[in-house]
């Protein structure tokens, strides 16, 4: 299995397969081979929780293969103040940001502020110094955090499972009474809320003219444990979720679709939002996964040194194959 077939599981796993509407069928002895070390582009004894490779909107647009995105990660410490710390990836160099940092978080715009939660409140990057400068008055301890895009809305998740919304330069903090106790939560590409309750560890969904919609689950399934992933920029009113290592798609209706994905291995933080550049830990390493680079060299046989024509039409193949993704792009890798 080449490099390039380990990029197209992990494409397909994470983009097609988690677009929004048409089932894909994947071969299951493809995917312990996602995680290799040739991938791997930090490695440490602690664990990560959190990743991020912000989005920029449209897609991570690199102008050379060999840049690569900057990827902020958590580690989690216990010798440390807060139990955790933020860093930021820079050319496979890591940099120190904030200590009891515990969650980055960037919206889909092309607005490029990163904002991270900490043991005392939320902090904005300041990509000039690698660091982080207090942003708002309060402060609060903070375990998720979540820009809503396209607006200065701040969603956040306190160590006492009560879920907040920060506003106005961060100078007006609103608890959501809906919302009693979550143990984690996101949102998708339209600023709905997804919650996972504590009460039963079962989704909950808050659409943005404040509803709440509750899950509704199949009779067949009886799933343990639940991670919620932030969708990628490219997936429409849909969550991805991890139920005891299967992959699913929950619905802002409530409903939720299995996929034909499963992953033995535990993923201990992934980002997605960027679609073309991912990014997932395990075991204190990150790996990457380019996907247009695998895309350029499946289509056109080379990867580096690219025109910005040949950028441009993999990106209108995108835009243009949102729905029907599956058919065209299957040809595309079934060459
Ligand atoms: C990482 O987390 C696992 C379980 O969550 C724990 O057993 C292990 O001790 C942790 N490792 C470190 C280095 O903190
Ligand atoms: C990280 O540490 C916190 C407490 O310091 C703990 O609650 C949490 O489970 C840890 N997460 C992982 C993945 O080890
Ligand atoms: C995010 O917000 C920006 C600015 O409002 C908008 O142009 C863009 O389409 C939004 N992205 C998504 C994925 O909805
Ligand atoms: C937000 O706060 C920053 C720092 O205090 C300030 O420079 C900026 O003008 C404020 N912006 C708005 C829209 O209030
Ligand atoms: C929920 O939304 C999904 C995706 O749009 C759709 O396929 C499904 O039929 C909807 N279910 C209900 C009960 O409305
Ligand atoms: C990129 O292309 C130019 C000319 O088209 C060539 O001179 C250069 O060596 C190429 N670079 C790489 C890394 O292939």
Not at 74 to 98: F, H, K, Q
Not at 180 to 209: H, M, Q, W
Request: charge should be negative.
């Amino acid at each position: 299995m080449d490099t390039f077939d380990t990029y197209h599981v992990f494409l397909i796993t994470s983009i097609l397969h988690f677009g929004c509407s048409t089932p894909l069928s994947i071969k299951d002895n493809l995917v312990p081979t996602v995680f290799r070390s040739e991938q791997v582009i930090f490695s440490s004894s602690y664990n990560i929780t959190r990743l991020l490779v912000p989005s920029d909107g449209s897609t991570y647009f690199l102008d050379d293969v060999s840049d690569l995105p900057s990827v902020f990660f958590t580690i989690n410490d216990s010798r440390l103040d807060g139990g955790s710390c933020i860093y930021v990836l820079e050319d496979l160099a890591a940099y120190e940001i904030l200590e009891g940092g515990r969650d980055s978080t960037s919206d889909y715009s092309e607005d490029k502020s990163v904002y991270f939660g900490g043991k005392d409140g939320v902090y904005k990057y300041d990509s000039e110094s690698l660091s982080a400068k207090k942003f708002g008055r309060f402060h609060d301890d903070i375990i998720q955090i979540q820009k809503a895009n396209g607006s200065d809305v701040i969603f956040f998740l306190t160590s006492n499972n009560k879920l907040f919304k920060l506003e106005q330069n961060g100078t007006i903090r609103t608890k959501i009474e809906a919302v009693t106790c979550a143990l984690e939560f996101v949102l998708d590409t339209s600023n709905n809320i997804y919650f996972i309750a504590c009460v039963d560890g079962l989704p909950r969904i808050i659409k943005t003219d404040g509803n709440l919609v509750t899950y509704i689950s199949s009779i067949t399934e009886d799933i343990q444990e639940i991670h919620l992933l932030r969708p990628a920029f490219i997936m429409v009113e849909c969550v991805p979720f991890f139920g005891d290592g299967n992959l699913y798609v929950l619905y802002v209706n409530g409903t939720s679709e299995r996929k034909d994905f499963y992953l033995n291995r535990r993923i201990s933080a992934y980002s997605i939002d960027a679609a073309l550049y991912l990014v997932a830990a395990l075991d204190g390493k990150i790996y990457e996964y380019n996907v247009m680079e695998a895309m350029l060299k499946s289509m056109f046989g080379f990867t580096s040194n690219w025109s910005t024509d040949l950028s441009k039409i993999v990106m209108s193949i995108i835009e243009t194959t949102k729905d029907s993704i599956y058919k065209d792009w299957n040809s595309v890798f079934d060459h």
